[in-house]
């Protein structure tokens, strides 16, 4: 059954705060090893200029480099984990997943539009960067207030938000999904 009244934003909440610490984790790992790499590249690279200064420039831009690859890399890639499983480990501890909104167990293809709409301003900003089309990135931050906004409709009858009735899912109990 559907989150009631009482603990309609609770779990949910509390599965996207540990799957943010989680991912915070993931990411300061990943950008430690790739600001080493850029660091040690960017410095190589500033050391051919002026020794010392070109090294400490480059090295300090390769770090925060690293630190941006880090953290728009290992974000996406955990919360894809919901687009395969229907639950990210903030879900399964909690004991709630994502299910189709009669309550049957849902299907990739479910996830996977779900995560799509959830995701599209960060998918939206990603292309944006890497096709260096400005355009992208102004749908993005648009896609990214419809998410926000669409995350208070938990609010209504349903518990649903914008994404899950886009892609026709609800979060239930895992023990309730038929």
Not at 30 to 39: D, N, T, Y
Not at 80 to 85: I, N, R, V, Y
Request: aromatic share 12%; proline share 1%.
């Amino acid at each position: 059954m559907l989150y009631g009244k009482k603990n309609w934003i609770g779990p949910r909440l509390g599965a996207f705060l540990i799957d943010f610490v989680i991912g915070g984790i993931l990411a300061s790992i990943l950008s430690v090893v790739l600001g080493g790499v850029f660091a040690s590249m960017g410095a190589g690279m500033g050391a051919a200029t002026n020794a010392d200064y070109g090294a400490v420039v480059g090295g300090t831009v390769g770090f925060f480099a690293g630190l941006m690859a880090g953290v728009a890399i290992a974000f996406p890639l955990y919360f894809l984990m919901e687009a395969f499983l229907g639950y990210t480990l903030g879900k399964l501890i909690l004991g709630i997943q994502i299910a189709k909104e009669d309550g049957t167990k849902g299907t990739t293809k479910d996830f996977f539009i779900r995560y799509a709409v959830k995701n599209s301003a960060t998918l939206l900003q990603l292309l944006a960067l890497i096709l260096s089309l400005h355009f992208l990135g102004t749908l993005g931050s648009l896609a990214a207030l419809a998410v926000f906004i669409g995350c208070f409709f938990t609010l209504g009858d349903k518990r649903q938000a914008f994404h899950d009735m886009i892609a026709k899912t609800a979060v239930f109990k895992k023990e309730d999904i038929i």
